[in-house]
Structure formats: structure tokens, C-alpha cells
């Protein structure tokens, strides 16, 4: 199996003018301090469609350069020596997203300024979906709509109706309900450039990977013998061909300060490592206590919006990270298509 993202010509026209960055002398002069140690910056200094834009081309370079043999034999799942760098390399930029949403909401201290940046990162979802860039909508719906941001009360009554509203319909598009049935259905019919969200191929893969025997066996009126399973190797292929599909750049001007800055701050949160969930809770309780228990039942200071997706960050103690879902999906497949 071959790459197939060279037909780029077909999709979008290589004279096409890209689009001009929306950085005015303002924030190149914030960049510019920033690099010099003069100013600290955050996601509010920019606009939520470059921020959207500069996520995209970080992340289409990693995933345009995804080889078929990364997807086989759940490659990925190996920590040690994986040949499937760029699939990891994903899955790490992905969970960095993911902590550096909570983290820009939990080290504010007013539950104003919180609900702001709220709201910003709700904005920038909006735009990585309208780049149908679903990689990053996942992780920043996911971080979210993780327990130690969902649970922050005061937070979320100064949030807008509007803001909520929003959230919601992105949180429909990324539930993982019937097994990704709306994002699956509004994969179906894109045309790229496109960034599906990885996780769900690796799921498909490691279900038919484990699933499905390599070798089956054939009965004659002689012998038995075993033969090639045919049917295991067509399905990989066509989930593989499906994802290599959407391996088309996505044509955007790249800002080398801008993600430079943003470079900086995913590597920041990377450094708390296996701590950084635990360390994010504490700071979530710290932030907003629990409320006082009444007839011996904890009151839930959840917001109404519906934890929808769950299994994400809460089962796995808030780290969002799409390779261990596929990994606690093999004792599934075993009984589904056993």
C-alpha cells in the first residue's frame, strides 16, 4: 500500500492564494517580547481562527506523514522501539492539547477570567471544526468536558448561554456514542483536506486485529491446511486506504512565532508527566472546594451540561490519550468478533 496524498492538485488548486495570518503589529509585538523574556502571553492575545489554524498545521504535518506499516499489527501499542512514531507522535500532541486547555483554565484564579478562557477555547473548537480539523476538537472538547473542569461551578455560571450552547453541538459531533456514530457520518462524505480524528481507526484496526485469526483453516475431503485469512487483511486495508484518504497539507500560512509560542507551551505541560491529571484535580479542588454533603449523599457540583464522554479523560483518570483506549479495546474485540 502506497501513499496516496499526491493527487493534492484535485481538491484545492496549487495557485490558490493562502490565506493571510490574522496577527497585527499587536500581538508580532507581543511574540516579539515573549521571545525576548519581556512578556507572558496566553490564548486570549490571539484570534480563535489562527489559533485553529496554527493547531491544524501542526498537526496535518504529523498526520500526512503517517507510513501504512505504522497501522499494522497495533504497532502503536508498543512503547518501546515502535515503528509507529508519527501515530505516537499524534497521540502525545493530542494529549498535550488536551492538559494545555485545562491547565490555561485552572491556574486563574477568578472564575471571570476562567469562564473567559472557557469561552476562547470554545471558539477555537468552533474553528478547528470549520477547518474540519476533528483531532484537535477532540482534545479540547475532551479537556472540557473532563471532571475537573466540568465540576468547577462558579466557573460555569459565569459562562455564557451562548458559549454553552455552542459546546453542546460540538460535544454531539464528538460523543462517543454508538461507536462514533455522528463523526463517522460526517467523515463519510469529506472531501479533504480533512483531519479525522485518529482514534478512530485505531479502534477499527485493533478490533479487526484482534478479532480476526491471521491464518484460517481450510477443510478438504483430505486434510485440513492452513490458509491465509483473506477477509482480515482486506478489512486493515480499507481502514488504512479510508485514513490515507485525508493525507492531503492543508494549505495555510504557517507563523514560525506563533508556534514557536505554542511549541513552548504544549512542552510545558508535557514536563508534569504521569502527574499532570492528578495535579490538575488538586488544583481544580483547590480552586473550587466540594460543596458540603447533605443526608449523607456528597452534593455533585456539575454543572447541567452531560459528561458525554466519559470514557475519554474521567475513565482514564483525566489523561486523554487515544492509544490507551485502543489498547482496553482488545479484550473487547475478542468477544465481539471472536
Not at 140 to 154: G, H
Not at 240 to 261: C, D, G, H, M, N
Not at 287 to 313: A, F, K
Amino acid at each position: 500500500m502506497g501513499k496516496t496524498n499526491t493527487s493534492i492538485a484535485q481538491y484545492i488548486h496549487p495557485d490558490t492564494p493562502l490565506p493571510a495570518p490574522i496577527l497585527g503589529k499587536k500581538e508580532h509585538n507581543l511574540l516579539k517580547q515573549w521571545k525576548n523574556g519581556e512578556a507572558s502571553i496566553t490564548i486570549l492575545d490571539f484570534d480563535p481562527l489562527e489559533l485553529a489554524r496554527q493547531l491544524t498545521i501542526k498537526e496535518s504535518r504529523i498526520f500526512c506523514s503517517i507510513l501504512p506499516e505504522e497501522l499494522l499489527d497495533t504497532e502503536w501499542t508498543i512503547k518501546t522501539g515502535s515503528l509507529a512514531v508519527n501515530v505516537r507522535a499524534m497521540s502525545t500532541l493530542s494529549t498535550d492539547l488536551a492538559h494545555l486547555v485545562a491547565d490555561s483554565i485552572l491556574y486563574l484564579e477568578e472564575p471571570k477570567k476562567r469562564a473567559a478562557t472557557i469561552k476562547h477555547w470554545v471558539k477555537i473548537a468552533n474553528k478547528c471544526l470549520e477547518l474540519n480539523n476533528y483531532d484537535s476538537l477532540m482534545a479540547i472538547i475532551c479537556s472540557l468536558n473532563s471532571s475537573m473542569i466540568s465540576r468547577l461551578k462558579k466557573t460555569w455560571d459565569i459562562v455564557s448561554q451562548k458559549t454553552k450552547t455552542a459546546l453542546e453541538q460540538l460535544r454531539s459531533i464528538v460523543d462517543v456514542s454508538r461507536n462514533y456514530a455522528v463523526l463517522r457520518q460526517r467523515l463519510q462524505n469529506h472531501v479533504p483536506p480533512c483531519l479525522p480524528f485518529v482514534g478512530t481507526y485505531l479502534t477499527d484496526l485493533t478490533f479487526v486485529d484482534h478479532g480476526n485469526q491471521s491464518l484460517r483453516t481450510l477443510c478438504t475431503d483430505d486434510c485440513e491446511m492452513a490458509v491465509i485469512n483473506f477477509d482480515k487483511h482486506m478489512k486493515t486495508a480499507r481502514i488504512i486506504s479510508e485514513l490515507q484518504r485525508f493525507q492531503i497539507p492543508y494549505r495555510l500560512t504557517e507563523v514560525p512565532e506563533l508556534q514557536a509560542w505554542m511549541q513552548n507551551e504544549l512542552v510545558r505541560v508535557r514536563s508534569n508527566g504521569e502527574t499532570t491529571a492528578q495535579t490538575f484535580y488538586r488544583r481544580s479542588l483547590v480552586l473550587e472546594p466540594r460543596e458540603p454533603s447533605r443526608s449523607g449523599n456528597t452534593l455533585h457540583s456539575q454543572t447541567s451540561q452531560p459528561e458525554s464522554i466519559p470514557s475519554m479523560l474521567d475513565n482514564a483518570k483525566d489523561k486523554f490519550d487515544f492509544l490507551s483506549w485502543t489498547n482496553q479495546s482488545k479484550a473487547k474485540s475478542v468477544t465481539t468478533h471472536g
